[in-house]
């Protein structure tokens, strides 16, 4: 029984070079057997897929051996770079380790700091770099799993300025695929590659708040659109299937028209005290539009990479609430699932909580969907002198507990033969400084690389834990 989780998912070799067009579907792997041969090694396809064993899905390396997921996200230098530890990090990895205060990728330094960061991370039996981990891939390639970031155009709500796409668009089409060209060629032939992954947390719900304003800022946006736009005529196309008139449309959006080509000319739409029917044209736009958004991505990425996992958004946020037992995440609307059934191989879930608490909708998007499900971000933090008061994270009250917490949520997510891994959140801490759009970042290191080992210790034994307790053991 191995030790930690799968060292050779980290192996590289001669499969990278098999071609594309050579390689099975990532996920049409199922494998009948005992359980006592159920982490056995298949061919392999060149590429991280996902396999099924006696109804306990895995994530598959490239050479076929069977594993999980487990990372660590903020794997960022600029972390090292603040202005309270800027100095300790350049006398450590050297003074081209950063060019004017900003990380350089091309130095000796860079090289030695991820060493460094790797050889923790492999001891304490990780295997993945998760979002927001921005290592240069020339100096990852081949030593640990990575995503491949898809994003040619950018939904993720907390970006400066953002401009919210009008998908049904030739225009847009055109920038999905030349994203993907360019994405794919750089990843297609590298099998240290997890897959695909895209946006941060976009907003995919119809909120309707106290003063019923709160509405999706990206069907708003293509409302706002003039008429002669590919998404203001989707949007008509819409109301035309649900209302009898152009009047009755008018009337359930309190606008001023009586035509549909009047309808189509408005720019400015009433959106205070809308009605339910309202209301309910605007989840069903909003449902168009993500569907042609994943259905874009998906077309453009298979187009050029038949092969490599498709991981999707990083979907959700927010913490379950105690003794929370709902059958969806908050931030995952029910029509969304279809969605991801079609046009995903691993649904990607970002959700703080306590897993008793979130388990009954992850068990329900699965049913949904049929899909794996990655827990992209989370994790568990005991608050520091230093942070402010705050940090990521469901917050304990040492680093044992940390340990603790993290055990008993990998083992409890584990049971669920649908689950392929955990992404932690995250590697090192920071400390507030006063450009900080977020709380300060949690990690297994302080922000001088002192390791928190009342945490570490334990983290590491559930670790190489993590493939007996997914197996049943």
């Not at 192996?11 to 792997?29: E, F, H, M, Q």
């Not at 060493?115 to 891939?137: D, I, M, R, T």
């Not at 119809?206 to 989707?234: H, I, Q």
Request: charged fraction near 15%; hydrophobic fraction near 40%; charge should be negative.
């Amino acid at each position: 029984m191995p030790s930690l989780v799968s060292r050779r998912a980290l192996l590289l070799g001669s499969t990278a070079a098999i071609a594309c067009s050579n390689r099975a579907s990532p996920v049409d792997a199922s494998v009948d057997g005992s359980a006592s041969d159920a982490l056995s090694t298949d061919a392999g396809t060149g590429a991280y897929s996902i396999v099924t064993d006696n109804g306990v899905t895995w994530l598959a390396t490239p050479a076929g051996e069977r594993t999980i997921s487990l990372g660590v996200n903020h794997l960022e230098p600029s972390l090292w770079l603040r202005n309270y530890n800027a100095e300790a990090s350049i006398k450590r990895y050297g003074t081209d380790f950063a060019n004017n205060g900003k990380f350089n990728a091309s130095g000796e330094g860079a090289k030695t700091w991820i060493e460094a960061a790797l050889s923790n991370l492999q001891k304490w039996g990780f295997n993945a770099l998760g979002f927001h981990s921005v290592a240069p891939e020339n100096l990852t390639a081949g030593r640990i799993g990575i995503f491949a970031t898809m994003r040619p155009i950018t939904v993720t709500p907390y970006v400066p300025n953002l401009e919210y796409p009008d998908v049904f668009s030739d225009e847009v089409a055109s920038a999905i695929d030349e994203g993907a060209r360019v994405a794919c060629e750089k990843a297609r032939s590298d099998s240290s590659i997890l897959g695909y992954i895209y946006n941060d947390r976009p907003l995919y719900n119809v909120m309707v708040g106290k003063e019923n304003v709160e509405l999706s800022p990206w069907v708003v946006t293509l409302l706002r659109l003039d008429a002669t736009k590919a998404g203001k005529k989707a949007w008509i196309a819409l109301l035309q299937s649900r209302y009898a008139s152009a009047s009755a449309a008018a009337a359930a959006h309190a606008a001023n028209a009586t035509t549909w080509d009047a309808l189509a000319s408005l720019t400015s739409w009433p959106l205070q005290a809308l009605s339910a029917e309202a209301i309910a044209d605007h989840t069903a736009f909003l449902t168009q539009i993500v569907l042609r958004w994943y259905q874009l991505q998906h077309d453009a990425v298979r187009k050029y990479d038949p092969v490599h996992l498709i991981f999707g958004d990083k979907l959700g946020g927010g913490t379950a609430q105690s003794g929370y037992r709902g059958t969806t995440h908050p931030q995952i609307p029910a029509w969304m699932l279809p969605i991801l059934a079609k046009y995903v191989d691993v649904v990607t879930v970002e959700w703080y909580g306590y897993f008793d608490d979130q388990v009954t909708a992850l068990r329900a998007i699965h049913a949904a969907t049929g899909k794996p499900i990655l827990l992209g971000d989370s994790c568990f933090s005991e608050i520091q002198a230093d942070q402010g008061g705050t940090s990521k994270g469901i917050h304990v009250d040492s680093q044992e507990a940390v340990g603790d917490a993290y055990a008993t949520y990998l083992k409890a997510a584990l049971a669920e033969p649908y689950i392929i891994g955990w992404h932690f959140c995250g590697y090192i801490e920071s400390w507030p400084v006063a450009t900080d759009q977020f709380q300060p970042q949690n990690g297994f290191i302080d922000p001088f690389e002192v390791v928190h080992d009342a945490a570490v210790a334990k983290v590491t034994i559930a670790n190489g834990q993590a493939v007996p307790w997914h197996k049943g053991g």
